[in-house]
C-alpha cells in the first residue's frame, strides 16, 4: 500500500529531477541559478524526511546562505539581464553525459553495497545524524572520527584564503601600475 | 525535531480527536496560520509602533487621525498599497522580479517557527534551532539579491551588490554570539536555550556570563541591526544614496512584502535577541518571594513580548539617533572589530564556562 | 591606549546622542505638532500676515478705492488690472478691480503703493482652487461712487 | 553588468561630455542622480560616472527650474526687482533683498537711519541662522539620521515664525527697501529675538552631542571631499565653503556693509577644507551670529527706521554694484541704469553656482555615499544656480 509518506517522496523526487534538469538546460543562467536554488530545497527536505535534520540543515547554511550567493554575484556580474548562453559543443555535450552517467553509475553501486536491491525495506536509525552526533563525530581522533581530515580541510582552506589574499593583493599592484 | 507538532492543550486534544495522519495535517495547519496571523499582526502593529516612536523620537505626534491613537493607520496603508497598481518597468527580469519580494517573507516566517513565545507555545523545536535559525535567514538576502539584480535598475543593483556583502559579513558575528550561548548552556534547541536561564534575573545570559554576556548581547544587537537592514545599517536601502536600494522600482503589493519582512524579521530578531539573551518567556525573577509570585503570575508570552518590545525599541532608538555607516567603515566594522571581539570574546566565554566562573 | 581612550570617546559620544533622542520620547511636552484642520478654529496669525489681498469694505459695502492704478503699476506680476468706468458725474470711478491670485507672489507692494488704504493683504491662505479661472477674484462689491 | 545607455550620453550638453566608457572592458558606468533624487535638494542633477562604487567623475546638470529671473528684472521697476531676489537663494531672501537695496541706495544716494541698519543686521543674522538650521537638518537627513531633520526644522520654525510677525511672510519676506526697511519692527521684536537666542544656545549643544561629536559623522566627513585653499580661490568658491578650505573670505568683515564694523565677532575658518570643516565652520557661524544678534539687541537704537521714502526710483544713469555675505557666501548685484525707472541691465552673482563647480574636484575618487556628503556641505540651492 501506498502511504502518504510515499506519495509526497515520489511528488519530491519528481519535483527535483525536474528542477535539476533545468539547472542543467535553462538557456538563461539566472533561472538555471533559481532552478539551482530550489534543487536545493528540494534536497533539504529529502534529507528532513531520512531524519537527518542537521544534514538538512547544514545544506541550507552552506548552499542557500553561502555557495548560492556567490554564484548568484557571479552571475549579476558577468552576464546581461535575459541574456541567453551559447550552445555547448558536441564535444562539450559528449564529456558532461559521459560523467553523468559515470557519477550515476558511482552512486547505484554505492547503494547497492550498502541497501542491496532497490525497494528493500531499511529501518532507519533516528538522529543517525543528530547535533550530538555529528559532533562528536567530528571531533572524535579516534578511526570513527573526523577530527583529522577536518583540521586537514581548515588548513587547505585557511591556505587558499592565504593564496587569495596573496592573488587580490598582487593584480591590484599591478592594476595601479597599469 | 520531532515533525509538525504542537506541544500544547489545543494539540493534544486533536490529537485524540482525528487519527493520527490526519491530527497532523490539522495541527500543522493551525500552526501555519497561527504563525501568518502572527506576521500580519505583528507587521501592522509594528509599522504603528515604529511610526509612533519615530515620531515622538522627532517632537511629532505621528499617526491621529485614522482610528484610536492612529492604530488603523497600518491598515488603512495597507489598503492603499493592495489597491495601487502594481507596475512592472518593462526591462525587468519578470520572474526574479516577482520572485524576490516573496523570499524575506518566507525567511522571517520560517524563522518565527522555532520561536518559543510561552512554555508550550512552539510550532517546532529542534535540536538544532540555532542552525535552522541560519540556515533559513538565508532567504532574505536571496530575495534582496535577486529582487535587486532583477529590476535593472543601477540603484537597485548598487543596493543589492551592498546587501549581499553586508548581510554576509554580519552574519558572521551574530552566528559567533550565537554560538557563544550554545557552548554555555549546552544545547542549541531554543526552548532548551530559555530553560537554561530558569532562576533569577542574574540567571539570564546576559548577566550569568560576568561581562561575556554582556558584550555578546550587544554585539548581537549591533549585527543583528546590520542583519536587518535597518539604519544606521541600512545601507542597502540607503534613501538619500540610492533611493531606495533594491526595492527602487517596487510598488504597491511587492513594495509592501518587503517592508513587511522587514518587520517581521524584526519581530524575530528581537525574539531571538530575548531568548538568548533575556531569558525568553521566563517570568524575571529577584529572589524575592512575593514579588516573584506576582511576576511569574504574568503568562509567558507577555514576558516575551515585553523583552521582544524592549529589544525592538532599541533598534527603534538607534535606528532614529544616529547617522549611517558608508559602506566600506560598515565592512571594516565588521572585519576589523565586531568578528574579532566576537571571537574573543567567544574565547573569553569558553574560559568562563571551562572554569565554571559563572554568577552562581 | 590612545585607541581604547579613542573607543570610550566613541561610545560615550554615540551615548550621548541618544541620549538626547531618549529625552524628546520621555518629554511629551517638547512635541511641537500642531494639527492643522482640527485648530482651523484657534489659529491665529500675527498682525501682518500676507495671505491673498483683500478690499476692505465698510458698513454701506464702499470702499477707499479710486482707480488710481498705482497698485497695478506697482504689481510686478500684472495681477491686478483696474477696470474704470464712469460715473453718474462722468467722473472715472472703479468698475472692478480684477485681482488674479494666480500669479499674485503676495509680495505687499500694491498695498505699499495704496495711498487710500483701499486694499491690504488678508488672513486668507488656503486659496487652491480646481481650475485658474476659480482664482480670477473681482474684489470690490460694488461699483466706485 | 548593465551598460550605460547610449541615449544618455547624447543628454550631454557638448563640450561637457564624459569620457565614454573604455573600451578596455573596464567596469564604469553611468548613474543618472536626479533630477528626482532624495540628496540633490531639488532639481539638480548629476550624471555620475560610477567604477562599481566609487566616483570617477560628476557633472551637474544645470537649467531645470531656470526662470530668467535677470531677464525678468530688465522689465521691472528698481523695486520690483527686489521681490524677485528673494526667489534665488530661498533661505537667504532678507540677504538677498539687502544687496539690491543697497545697490539701490549707492546709486540714488540714499541713507539709511540707525535703526534702520540694525534692523538689518539683526534680522540677515537671523535669516543666516535659519537657513544653517535648515541646513543642519538636510546635512543630518542626507547621512541618514532622519530626526535631525526635524530638529533643526523645529528650531528654525521659531524664526521663520518671527519673520511672519516681522513681515507677513515665512519664505519670501520682500522686508528691505531702500532706505531702511518696508515696515519697523514690531514690539514683539526684541523679547522674541532673546527667547530665540537662548532656545538656540540650548539646541545647538543638543545639536552638537548628536551629530558633531558622534563618531559616524566624523569618519564619514574627515578627509572626505577636500577643496584646496588654492582650488577653493579658483573655483570661485564663497561662503562657508571657502571659508572651510581656509580663505579667509568674509564680506561682513572685510568691507563691512551697514553696521556690521560695529560688532564683535569672528570669521570662523577651516584647516583641511574637508566635510568636517565645512561642517565645523556653518556650526560656528550659528554661534557666531548669536553674538551678533546679542550684542544689537543690547543697543537697539530709536526710531526712525527707514529714510524719507523717494517719490520715485528713477537711478541715475551709471552701473552700480553691492555685495553681501548670505548663508551660502558672496552675493552681489551688479546694475547699470539709464535714468530710467527699470534697470538696463542686472546681474545677480550668487554663491551656489561657483560653490557647486567645485564638485567633481571634491568628489572624484570618493564613493557614492561621499558624494551625497559633499553635495550635502556644499549646501547648494538649486533655484539659485538657475536663476
Same mark, same amino acid.
Given at each position: ?178 | ?103 524575506? +517573507? ?8 522555532? +520561536? ?13 534551532? +540555532? ?121 504597491? +503589493? ?107 | ?145 | ?387
Amino acid at each position: 500500500m501506498i502511504s502518504v509518506a510515499d506519495i509526497c517522496f515520489y511528488c519530491l523526487g519528481a519535483m527535483l529531477l525536474i528542477l535539476a534538469g533545468l539547472t542543467v538546460l535553462s538557456k538563461n543562467l539566472f533561472r538555471s541559478v533559481l532552478a539551482f536554488l530550489g534543487v536545493i530545497l528540494c534536497t533539504a527536505v529529502l534529507f528532513i524526511s531520512l531524519r537527518a535534520e542537521m544534514v538538512a540543515l547544514a545544506q541550507l547554511m552552506v548552499y542557500v546562505g553561502g555557495i548560492l550567493i556567490f554564484v548568484l554575484y557571479a552571475v549579476f556580474l558577468t552576464s546581461e539581464l535575459g541574456g541567453k548562453m551559447p550552445d555547448p559543443g558536441q564535444r562539450r555535450t559528449f564529456i558532461a553525459v559521459t560523467a553523468s552517467m559515470f557519477s550515476l553509475a558511482v552512486l547505484l553501486g554505492l547503494a547497492w553495497q550498502f541497501y542491496g536491491p532497490l525497494g528493500a525495506e531499511q529501518v532507519i536509525e533516528p538522529n543517525i545524524a543528530s547535533l550530538k552526533s555529528l559532533g562528536f563525530r567530528l571531533l572524535n581522533p579516534g578511526p570513527d572520527g573526523f577530527l583529522i581530515p577536518f583540521e586537514l580541510i581548515s588548513v587547505l582552506l585557511l591556505a587558499a584564503m592565504v593564496g587569495a589574499i596573496a592573488i587580490a593583493k598582487q593584480s591590484a599592484k599591478s592594476g595601479a601600475k597599469s | 525535531m520531532t515533525p509538525l507538532s504542537i506541544t500544547h492543550p489545543l494539540g493534544d486534544w486533536i490529537r485524540q480527536q482525528l487519527p493520527s495522519p490526519f491530527a497532523a495535517i490539522a495541527n500543522g495547519l493551525i500552526a501555519v496560520i497561527a504563525i501568518a496571523m502572527l506576521v500580519v499582526v505583528t507587521a501592522i502593529f509594528l509599522v504603528w509602533l515604529e511610526r509612533k516612536v519615530c515620531a515622538r523620537f522627532q517632537a511629532r505626534l505621528g499617526p491621529t487621525r485614522v482610528g484610536p491613537f492612529g492604530l488603523l493607520q497600518p491598515v488603512a496603508d495597507a489598503i492603499k498599497l493592495l489597491m495601487k497598481e502594481n507596475i512592472r518597468p518593462r526591462t525587468v527580469d519578470q520572474l526574479a522580479y516577482f520572485l524576490a519580494p516573496l523570499l524575506p +517573507i518566507t525567511g522571517s516566517f520560517l524563522v518565527l517557527i522555532v +520561536i518559543p513565545f510561552d512554555h508550550n507555545l512552539q510550532v517546532l523545536d529542534p535540536d538544532a534551532g +540555532i542552525v535552522y535559525v541560519t540556515a533559513v535567514s538565508g532567504m532574505g538576502i536571496l530575495g534582496v539579491l535577486i529582487g535587486g539584480w532583477g529590476s535593472n535598475n543601477k540603484y537597485s543593483l548598487l543596493g543589492s551588490m551592498r546587501a549581499g556583502a553586508q548581510l554576509f559579513s554580519y552574519e558572521l558575528s551574530m552566528v559567533l554570539c550565537m554560538l557563544l550561548i550554545v557552548m554555555a548552556s549546552g544545547t542549541a534547541s531554543l526552548r532548551n536555550i530559555v530553560l537554561s536561564q530558569q532562576g533569577t534575573i542574574l540567571d539570564w545570559w546576559i548577566f550569568k556570563l560576568p561581562v561575556a554576556g554582556l558584550v555578546a548581547f550587544l554585539l548581537f544587537i549591533v549585527s543583528s541591526t546590520a542583519e536587518l537592514n535597518r539604519g544606521p545599517l541600512d545601507l542597502s536601502e540607503a534613501e538619500q544614496e540610492l533611493t531606495g536600494g533594491f526595492h527602487t522600482e517596487y510598488t504597491g +503589493i511587492s513594495f509592501s512584502m518587503f517592508f513587511l519582512a522587514e518587520f517581521v524579521n524584526m519581530f524575530a530578531a528581537a525574539g531571538l535577541g530575548a531568548t538568548l539573551f533575556l531569558g525568553g518567556f521566563l517570568a524575571p525573577q529577584i529572589g524575592w518571594h512575593p514579588v516573584d509570585q506576582l511576576l511569574a503570575f504574568i503568562p509567558g508570552f507577555i514576558w516575551f513580548a515585553a523583552k521582544a518590545y524592549f529589544l525592538i525599541f532599541l533598534y527603534m532608538w538607534t535606528r532614529w539617533t544616529f547617522p549611517r555607516l558608508r559602506i566600506d567603515h560598515l565592512l571594516s566594522l565588521e572585519w576589523k572589530f565586531l568578528l574579532p571581539a566576537s571571537l574573543a570574546n567567544l574565547l573569553l566565554a569558553a574560559t568562563l564556562v571551562l572554569f565554571k566562573w559563572v554568577i552562581p | 591606549m590612545i585607541s581604547l581612550n579613542r573607543f570610550a570617546g566613541s561610545v560615550s559620544a554615540l551615548l550621548k546622542g541618544l541620549g538626547v533622542t531618549l529625552n524628546y520620547i520621555v518629554h511629551p511636552k517638547r512635541v511641537v505638532t500642531r494639527e492643522y484642520p482640527e485648530n482651523r478654529e484657534t489659529l491665529t496669525f500675527p498682525e501682518r500676515f500676507r495671505g491673498q489681498v483683500v478690499m476692505p469694505h465698510d458698513e454701506n459695502n464702499d470702499h477707499n478705492c479710486t482707480a488710481c492704478t498705482l497698485c497695478e503699476k506697482a504689481c510686478p506680476n500684472g495681477s491686478i488690472s483696474i477696470l474704470t468706468t464712469k460715473n453718474i458725474a462722468s467722473k472715472r470711478v472703479l468698475g472692478q478691480f480684477v485681482y488674479r491670485l494666480s500669479s499674485c507672489t503676495l509680495c505687499n507692494l500694491c498695498i505699499e503703493a495704496c495711498p487710500f488704504d483701499a486694499i491690504r493683504m488678508g488672513h486668507g491662505f488656503e486659496m487652491a482652487g480646481y481650475t485658474r479661472e476659480e482664482l480670477d477674484l473681482i474684489l470690490n462689491k460694488k461699483e466706485g461712487r | 553588468m548593465i551598460k550605460a545607455d547610449s541615449k544618455l550620453l547624447s543628454t550631454l550638453p557638448p563640450g561637457f561630455a564624459l569620457h565614454d566608457t573604455g573600451e578596455d572592458g573596464s567596469q564604469e558606468y553611468f548613474l543618472n542622480m536626479g533630477p528626482q533624487h532624495p540628496s540633490t535638494h531639488g532639481v539638480l542633477k548629476l550624471v555620475v560616472k560610477l567604477d562599481g562604487e566609487k566616483v570617477v567623475e560628476v557633472v551637474p546638470h544645470l537649467g531645470f527650474i531656470h526662470r530668467a529671473i535677470e531677464k525678468m528684472g530688465e522689465n521691472e521697476s528698481f523695486v520690483q526687482y527686489i521681490h524677485l531676489t528673494d526667489r534665488m537663494d530661498y533661505l537667504s531672501s532678507h540677504i538677498n533683498n539687502l544687496c539690491v537695496c543697497m545697490a539701490i541706495e549707492k546709486a540714488m544716494g540714499i541713507g539709511v537711519p540707525e535703526r534702520g541698519e540694525y534692523i538689518r543686521v539683526m534680522v540677515s543674522e537671523l535669516q543666516r541662522i535659519q537657513s544653517h538650521l535648515l541646513w543642519w537638518g538636510s546635512f543630518g537627513m542626507d547621512l541618514g539620521a532622519v530626526s535631525t531633520f526635524l530638529y533643526g526644522f523645529k528650531e528654525r520654525e521659531k524664526i521663520t515664525a518671527l519673520f511672519e510677525e516681522l513681515c507677513g511672510a515665512r519664505l519670501t519676506m520682500n522686508f528691505f527697501r531702500p532706505g531702511g526697511s518696508n515696515s519697523d519692527v514690531p514690539e514683539t521684536f526684541l523679547p522674541r529675538v532673546k527667547e530665540i537666542i537662548q532656545d538656540l544656545k540650548f539646541a545647538l549643544d543638543e545639536f552638537d552631542a548628536l551629530l558633531t561629536k558622534n563618531p559616524i559623522i566624523i569618519e564619514r566627513t574627515r578627509g572626505v571631499g577636500i577643496l584646496p585653499k588654492e582650488r577653493a580661490i579658483s573655483y570661485g568658491c564663497s561662503g562657508p565653503v571657502a571659508r572651510a578650505s581656509g580663505v579667509d573670505l568674509d564680506v561682513r568683515k572685510h568691507s563691512p556693509y551697514s553696521v556690521y564694523d560695529r560688532f564683535e565677532f569672528d570669521v570662523p575658518l577651516g584647516k583641511n577644507g574637508d566635510c568636517y570643516d565645512r561642517y565645523w565652520v556653518r556650526m560656528e557661524e550659528m554661534r557666531q551670529s548669536i553674538r551678533i544678534l546679542e550684542q544689537a539687541s543690547a543697543h537697539f537704537p530709536p526710531d526712525p527706521y527707514r529714510s524719507k521714502e523717494k517719490p520715485n526710483y528713477k537711478v541715475p544713469a551709471g552701473s552700480y554694484f553691492a555685495s553681501v555675505e548670505t548663508a551660502r557666501g558672496l552675493f552681489c548685484t551688479y546694475m547699470v541704469s539709464e535714468n530710467a525707472m527699470k534697470p538696463y541691465r542686472i546681474k545677480s552673482r550668487s554663491p551656489n553656482f561657483s560653490n557647486l563647480s567645485a564638485i567633481n574636484e571634491m568628489s572624484a575618487g570618493g564613493k557614492i555615499a561621499d558624494l551625497v556628503t559633499i553635495l550635502s556641505t556644499l549646501d547648494i540651492i538649486v533655484p539659485d544656480i538657475d536663476r
